[in-house]
């Protein structure tokens, strides 16, 4: 008989085969409640339980004087549950007629095995609507957060715009994200067995809303600026442009604008063709070469060094001069001109014998206090800092055609605040678009406020070329007379210069018109920059970017409530202008004894000094050039010498 045959044995086999399963099953309890408990217990309150992100409307922006420019909406988003929606495949095309999408991306969708799809994030109100009125059952709806922007374009590169997500992609919507998308709330939710959310613990309140962001920027200046730029754009026929206005006494910018351009609420896939060109901000990323316009920095780095005055003369070689083997060529040919007047009519020899005389490291620390080579540090992303090369790389040539600004390259925010600079008495400003951000509780969580970067140049050189740039805009010949307001002075200069051929690395055929000034000149208000990208009708900056300037100064004025100054020319329209006390160096010549001489053609200034020094009392109505004269020309003199001379406003020479 064997032991297992015995019952006794038996018994204790089966006793210990019980036994170690009763410790197996013991010791997978231990595993699973103890060890493992925590674990498991928390991927069941995921299966049953979920933790919700309440995510905060995006704070609103407006502009400096309380303009809405972006604002968070509650619109709907559509998704369904293709469970629920099966067996409604015939009616799948007035689903998709109502969401706008084609028939076979919406069959794609619902056949992917997904339990959760999207139909349509961030849908108008009228697109849901249609949508409820089929009475699809697996269709249903959330509110989400859509950003908005009333004014469509209006600083649309300033501003930016933002994903599907509420995720800020570009502009202020990128580089303030942290500040508008504000603080998300969180809440636990159980789910039934179909997915549903149920609140566990009451309605949570809404979260408040990020951050509210005021702009320096002038809706209306910005409005003016953009509506003024395409206008120009499209009258040269340019590829684009771009247009900065700032106050020069802060900094702040009060418009900027670029074309191409683009519609924040709707900007287009990545994918889209040349959609990089119409979101850039070319205005602080596009370095350029500024043409003449960088002869008013030359003017003020040799005036502030008494490396020049403004009647010295220079001798402008007829508009041809060989340095090397490079000649240097003006558009119009000079003989004797003084330093006011190779500003006046941009003569490249003549400024290139005045940086001769400064010299390049002076001229080259000038640069650099003028804040070209780096960044201004605006608070926009993406800008780029210029391209200024080392001084110890620059060979004569160099210095020469850094003089007339070519060779360099600059960004057209740099330029305008160099400008500022000038217009505010030599002090560079570092510009900015931020006013100030206030949280939901009205704590100013930012108010950065104006930032001087340095002085520049005295009080005294600043006044001094700013003379100088008058002469551009309102002594006839000067290349800026398209840019002349009426009612105020402007100080200006204009720019034309060629576009670098980025395959072959030297220039080519393309041309950047430009031209940068400040008003009134005598007590400036704003300084703006107008830049038109290959323009085809003509290239000169005094053609197609001054009447541009004109445009957009007379707008920004008005808009800043601007009265025109009490003028010499507003007081003789109405008044005999009284001769002159003569002086034994200025005795007045007396009138020819046979007929009146021509007053036609001259400026204001030209005709009263001819006309003081004759001997005549003069009566002047009207702004401008002389258009016509009382005697007229070649008439018998009367006894009393009165002229009376009518100014009008006409075209006048414009060059480069």
Same mark, same amino acid.
């Given at each position: 008989?064997?032991?297992?045959?015995?019952?006794?044995?038996?018994?204790?086999?089966?006793?210990?085969?019980?036994? =170690?399963?009763?410790?197996?099953?013991?010791?997978? *309890?231990?595993?699973?409640?103890?060890?493992?408990?925590?674990?498991?217990?928390?991927?069941?309150?995921?299966?049953?339980?979920?933790?919700?992100?309440?995510?905060?409307?995006?704070?609103?922006?407006?502009?400096?004087?309380?303009?809405?420019?972006?604002?968070?909406?509650?619109?709907?988003?559509?998704?369904?549950?293709?469970?629920?929606? *099966? $067996?409604?495949?015939?009616?799948?095309?007035?689903?998709?007629?109502?969401?706008?999408?084609?028939?076979?991306?919406?069959?794609?969708?619902?056949?992917? $095995?997904?339990?959760?799809?999207?139909?349509?994030?961030?849908?108008?109100?009228?697109?849901?609507?249609?949508?409820?009125?089929?009475?699809?059952?697996?269709?249903?709806?959330?509110?989400?957060?859509?950003?908005?922007?009333?004014?469509?374009?209006?600083?649309?590169?300033?501003?930016?715009?933002?994903?599907?997500?509420?995720?800020?992609?570009?502009?202020?919507?990128?580089?303030?994200?942290?500040?508008?998308?504000?603080?998300?709330?969180?809440?636990?939710?159980?789910?039934?067995?179909?997915?549903?959310?149920?609140?566990?613990?009451?309605?949570?309140?809404?979260?408040?809303?990020?951050?509210?962001?005021?702009?320096?920027?002038?809706?209306?200046?910005?409005?003016?600026?953009?509506?003024?730029?395409?206008?120009?754009?499209?009258?040269?026929?340019?590829?684009?442009?771009?247009?900065?206005?700032?106050?020069?006494?802060?900094?702040?910018?009060?418009?900027?604008?670029?074309?191409?351009?683009?519609?924040?609420?709707?900007?287009?896939?990545?994918?889209?063709?040349?959609?990089?060109?119409?979101?850039?901000?070319?205005?602080?990323?596009?370095?350029?070469?500024?043409?003449?316009?960088?002869?008013?920095?030359?003017?003020?780095?040799?005036?502030?060094? +008494?490396?020049?005055?403004? =009647?010295?003369?220079?001798?402008?070689?007829?508009?041809?001069?060989?340095?090397?083997?490079?000649?240097?060529?003006?558009?119009?040919?000079?003989?004797?001109?003084?330093?006011?007047?190779?500003?006046?009519?941009?003569?490249?020899?003549?400024? =290139?014998?005045?940086?001769?005389?400064?010299?390049?490291?002076?001229?080259?620390?000038?640069?650099?206090?003028?804040?070209?080579?780096?960044?201004?540090?605006?608070?926009?992303? $993406?800008?780029?800092?210029?391209?200024?090369?080392?001084?110890?790389?620059?060979?004569?040539?160099?210095?020469?055609?850094?003089?007339?600004?070519?060779?360099?390259?600059?960004?057209?925010?740099?330029?305008?605040?160099?400008?500022?600079?000038?217009?505010?008495?030599?002090?560079?400003?570092?510009?900015?678009?931020?006013?100030?951000?206030?949280?939901?509780?009205?704590?100013?969580?930012?108010?950065?406020?104006?930032?001087?970067?340095?002085?520049?140049?005295?009080?005294?050189?600043?006044?001094?070329?700013?003379?100088?740039?008058?002469?551009?805009?309102?002594?006839? $010949?000067?290349?800026?007379?398209?840019?002349?307001?009426?009612?105020?002075?402007?100080?200006? +200069?204009?720019?034309?210069?060629?576009?670098?051929?980025?395959?072959?690395?030297?220039?080519?055929?393309?041309?950047?018109?430009?031209?940068?000034?400040?008003?009134?000149?005598?007590?400036?208000?704003?300084?703006?920059?107008?830049?038109?990208?290959?323009? +085809?009708?003509?290239?000169?900056?005094?053609?197609?970017?001054?009447?541009?300037?004109?445009?957009?100064?007379?707008?920004?004025?008005?808009?800043?409530?601007?009265?025109?100054?009490?003028?010499?020319?507003?007081?003789?329209?109405?008044?005999?202008?009284?001769?002159?006390?003569?002086?034994?160096?200025?005795?007045?010549?007396?009138?020819?004894?046979?007929?009146?001489?021509?007053?036609?053609?001259?400026?204001?200034?030209?005709?009263?000094?001819?006309?003081?020094?004759?001997?005549?009392?003069?009566?002047? =109505?009207?702004?401008?050039?002389?258009?016509?004269?009382?005697?007229?020309?070649?008439?018998?003199?009367?006894?009393?010498?009165?002229?009376?001379?009518?100014?009008?406003?006409?075209?006048?020479?414009?060059?480069?």
């Amino acid at each position: 008989m064997t032991l297992l045959a015995h019952p006794r044995a038996r018994t204790f086999v089966v006793a210990g085969i019980l036994a =170690s399963l009763f410790l197996v099953v013991l010791a997978r *309890a231990i595993d699973l409640a103890v060890l493992r408990g925590p674990a498991l217990a928390h991927l069941a309150d995921l299966q049953h339980r979920q933790r919700i992100a309440l995510i905060p409307p995006r704070g609103t922006m407006v502009d400096r004087n309380g303009e809405v420019l972006a604002l968070s909406l509650e619109v709907p988003s559509i998704y369904v549950r293709p469970r629920e929606f *099966a $067996g409604q495949e015939a009616r799948l095309p007035l689903l998709a007629a109502a969401l706008r999408v084609p028939v076979r991306e919406l069959r794609a969708r619902l056949a992917g $095995g997904q339990p959760f799809v999207w139909l349509h994030r961030q849908a108008l109100p009228r697109q849901a609507a249609a949508v409820g009125r089929l009475g699809l059952r697996g269709i249903y709806m959330v509110a989400e957060g859509r950003r908005f922007y009333p004014h469509n374009t209006l600083a649309a590169h300033i501003l930016g715009f933002v994903g599907v997500d509420s995720q800020g992609l570009e502009g202020l919507e990128r580089h303030l994200d942290d500040f508008i998308k504000g603080e998300p709330q969180y809440i636990d939710v159980d789910r039934d067995a179909r997915g549903r959310e149920i609140l566990r613990g009451g309605v949570a309140p809404a979260p408040a809303e990020g951050s509210r962001v005021v702009l320096t920027i002038d809706a209306g200046i910005q409005d003016a600026a953009e509506r003024e730029l395409a206008a120009g754009v499209a009258a040269a026929q340019a590829v684009g442009g771009a247009a900065v206005v700032l106050d020069p006494t802060t900094g702040e910018v009060l418009a900027l604008a670029n074309l191409p351009t683009y519609n924040p609420n709707q900007p287009g896939a990545v994918r889209e063709s040349r959609w990089r060109d119409r979101v850039r901000n070319r205005a602080i990323t596009d370095p350029y070469e500024p043409g003449s316009t960088f002869k008013a920095i030359l003017a003020a780095a040799a005036v502030e060094e +008494k490396a020049v005055r403004p =009647s010295e003369m220079f001798f402008c070689e007829h508009g041809r001069s060989q340095i090397g083997k490079w000649a240097i060529h003006d558009t119009h040919p000079h003989g004797w001109l003084s330093f006011a007047e190779v500003i006046q009519y941009s003569s490249n020899i003549g400024a =290139s014998k005045v940086a001769e005389r400064l010299g390049r490291e002076r001229y080259y620390q000038y640069l650099l206090a003028f804040g070209f080579g780096v960044r201004t540090g605006i608070d926009l992303p $993406g800008e780029t800092p210029g391209i200024m090369r080392p001084l110890e790389t620059w060979s004569r040539i160099d210095l020469t055609t850094h003089s007339f600004g070519q060779g360099i390259s600059v960004t057209a925010l740099q330029m305008a605040t160099a400008f500022a600079a000038i217009a505010n008495g030599g002090v560079l400003m570092r510009p900015f678009v931020v006013r100030r951000i206030v949280m939901p509780g009205g704590e100013v969580a930012l108010e950065p406020g104006p930032v001087v970067v340095r002085r520049v140049v005295s009080t005294r050189t600043a006044e001094t070329v700013t003379e100088l740039l008058r002469r551009v805009v309102e002594e006839r $010949g000067g290349t800026g007379t398209k840019a002349r307001l009426d009612d105020f002075p402007v100080a200006g +200069k204009t720019g034309t210069a060629q576009k670098v051929n980025l395959q072959t690395g030297g220039y080519s055929s393309k041309r950047i018109g430009s031209f940068v000034g400040f008003v009134p000149a005598n007590a400036p208000r704003a300084v703006i920059l107008v830049l038109i990208d290959e323009p +085809k009708t003509a290239s000169y900056g005094g053609v197609v970017a001054a009447p541009v300037f004109r445009a957009i100064a007379s707008a920004v004025l008005k808009r800043l409530a601007v009265e025109p100054p009490a003028t010499a020319l507003q007081a003789s329209a109405a008044t005999p202008v009284p001769r002159p006390t003569p002086t034994e160096a200025d005795a007045p010549v007396a009138p020819s004894p046979s007929a009146t001489p021509s007053f036609l053609g001259l400026s204001l200034r030209e005709a009263l000094t001819r006309a003081h020094a004759a001997g005549w009392e003069v009566v002047v =109505s009207g702004t401008g050039y002389v258009a016509a004269q009382q005697p007229l020309p070649g008439a018998p003199l009367g006894a009393d010498h009165r002229l009376a001379l009518r100014l009008a406003v006409g075209d006048t020479l414009a060059t480069p």
